[in-house]
């Protein structure tokens, strides 16, 4: 019993033989070569304003007090400079009463410039919030930190 036209060679490769094998070839290696190339992805360059230490824990809150001249409350934060190199953290203060939830209050911005500042220095900011009604406590909280670095590192 003969297979494929008349004539031909035992051991020959016929024209569909090679198409399936190359469909077979491109389905076993396809999806590894994807995995590959997708597991690899984009280079990207490492930046100075990507801290190693998330910025919150070198600012600390060190009084919330509503001023009785004008009656608007403040908020005093603290900061240890994380790197001697010159930048600046921005920090936004959340002022709120007992009942709100956290970050429902107003916003307040303090920017505290790190400039010229050996590594573990303390500075300090002021975020000055809105009028206070009296009589009321106002709750103060750190709602958000942003440091940025500006200049090569090790200055």
Do not use: H, N
Not at 78 to 86: E, G, I, Q, S
């Amino acid at each position: 019993m003969a297979y494929g036209r008349p004539g031909a060679r035992p051991g020959e490769w016929r024209g569909w033989q090679v198409a399936l094998v190359l469909v077979a070839a491109l389905l076993v290696f396809a999806p590894f070569m994807l995995y590959s190339w997708a597991a690899i992805g984009p280079r990207q360059q490492p930046t100075d304003a990507v801290p190693a230490v998330p910025p919150s824990r070198d600012v600390s809150l060190a009084a919330c007090r509503v001023d009785p001249a004008d009656g608007r409350v403040t908020a005093r934060v603290t900061v240890t400079v994380a790197a001697a190199r010159p930048g600046a953290y921005r920090i936004t203060v959340d002022f709120r009463r007992a009942e709100q939830e956290p970050g429902a209050g107003a916003k307040a911005t303090a920017v505290v410039d790190t400039a010229g500042v050996r590594a573990g220095a303390v500075l300090a900011g002021e975020a000055v919030g809105p009028r206070w009604p009296r009589g009321v406590a106002p709750f103060c909280g750190v709602y958000e930190v942003v440091r940025t670095a500006v200049g090569p590192p090790g200055r």
